[in-house]
């Protein structure tokens, strides 16, 4: 039986991950930072079938200990400092965690497990201010934030310990994808989770920050498939994962209220503490190299996966 070993697991898309190689027969190793209440939310569902180790990213000796006892056959590193916003505020907490922390688990991995494959949640926020559409595996960086600073270390960081020493390390260069699990503070989860309340009468108003901002939406259900083929393939590589669609913020917002009826002008205020310092403003990736050579694709439409955000919500707040 195969041995996986998730850092994030708690998140989003460890969740979904998670169900993934379990499915495929995987023994499932997930990592958890101690905390004074329970975080088990996402994975709830699956929580008997995981087995916890307490640790962090930014302590090498919990990922040492981790690797050296689990001795994983596949480690994916998915937990981070995630929210764009909270890194302008933590900048050096995030480039601890979210940077350095890369180092760090592939400094277990070289130690006791050289072996293991590696798989690194590498962002499109890396390509910022883009100098290319749409953007590919070869498109120069140009990160515009601490986030995305501390994401471009550890792609490169990634790609460095394969090339120094040999280890299948993979960076996932990931679009945005959300699912009815994002957490409430990312702007889909928001829109849907604010149209669903707005719809139940529970509140009146969605305050927003910049609406003419575009990414490229997909579902995080699609998305961790990508990560374990990376890991399938013969040998290590990097690949853009992305829909190949942009649309806007604004699109969003209109197309959620939409979906119950609503008129999104009736209900949003634009609020100026919302914006950013420096804004991405717009990204769409190419998903070329990961459709021909891992034969993945994107397949929850935007419209559908808002569809199935704002349901969820609705259903969620409902009961
Ligand atoms: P989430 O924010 O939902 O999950 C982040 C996870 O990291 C949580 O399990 C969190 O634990 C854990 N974590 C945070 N800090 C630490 C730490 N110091 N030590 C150990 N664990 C920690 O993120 P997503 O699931 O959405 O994203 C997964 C990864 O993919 C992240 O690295 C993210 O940056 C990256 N990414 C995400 C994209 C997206 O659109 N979702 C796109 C591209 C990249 P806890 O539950 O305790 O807070
Ligand atoms: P992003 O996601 O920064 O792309 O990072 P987020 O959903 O936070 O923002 C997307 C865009 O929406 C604009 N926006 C707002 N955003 C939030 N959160 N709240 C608002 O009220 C709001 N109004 C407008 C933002 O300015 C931005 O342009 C996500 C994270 O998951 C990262 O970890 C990941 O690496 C990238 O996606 C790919």
């Not at 702007?187 to 609406?211: C, F, H, Q, S």
Request: charged share 25%.
């Amino acid at each position: 039986m195969k041995k996986a070993f998730i850092t994030g697991v708690t998140g989003q898309d460890g969740s979904y991950l998670a169900e993934l190689l379990l499915n495929k027969g995987y023994a499932v190793y997930g990592m958890v930072r101690r905390s004074s209440v329970e975080n088990y939310e996402r994975v709830h569902h699956i929580r008997d079938k995981i087995v916890f180790t307490q640790g962090d990213l930014t302590d090498q000796s919990s990922l040492d200990e981790a690797i050296k006892e689990i001795m994983p056959d596949e480690v994916y590193n998915l937990a981070a400092q995630s929210f764009v916003p909270t890194s302008w505020n933590q900048p050096v907490l995030t480039s601890d965690v979210t940077g350095l922390g890369v180092t760090r688990i592939l400094e277990a991995i070289r130690k006791y497990k050289p072996d293991a494959k590696f798989y690194q949640a590498s962002s499109s926020e890396m390509f910022g201010k883009v100098q290319q559409i749409p953007q590919t595996e070869k498109t120069s960086f140009y990160p515009r934030s601490p986030y995305g600073v501390a994401k471009v270390y550890g792609h490169w960081i990634t790609v460095n310990y394969r090339e120094s020493y040999n280890i299948f390390a993979c960076s996932g260069i990931l679009f945005n994808h959300e699912s009815p699990r994002r957490g409430l503070e990312f702007v889909t989860r928001k829109v849907t989770n604010a149209v669903a309340k707005i719809k139940l009468g529970l509140v009146k108003e969605l305050r927003m920050g910049n609406m003419d901002a575009k990414r490229d939406w997909g579902f995080a259900g699609d998305y961790v498939q990508a990560m374990w083929l990376m890991l399938q393939q013969d040998q290590p590589d990097d690949y853009v994962i992305a829909s190949g669609e942009i649309h806007s913020v604004r699109e969003l917002v209109e197309l959620a209220f939409d979906f119950v009826g609503l008129k999104a002008k009736d209900y949003v205020i634009t609020d100026q503490k919302l914006f950013r310092p420096a804004e991405v403003d717009q990204l769409i990736g190419s998903p070329e190299k990961a459709r021909k050579i891992l034969g993945w694709d994107s397949k929850v439409s935007f419209s559908q996966l808002i569809q199935m955000m704002v349901e969820e919500d609705l259903r969620l707040l409902g009961s």
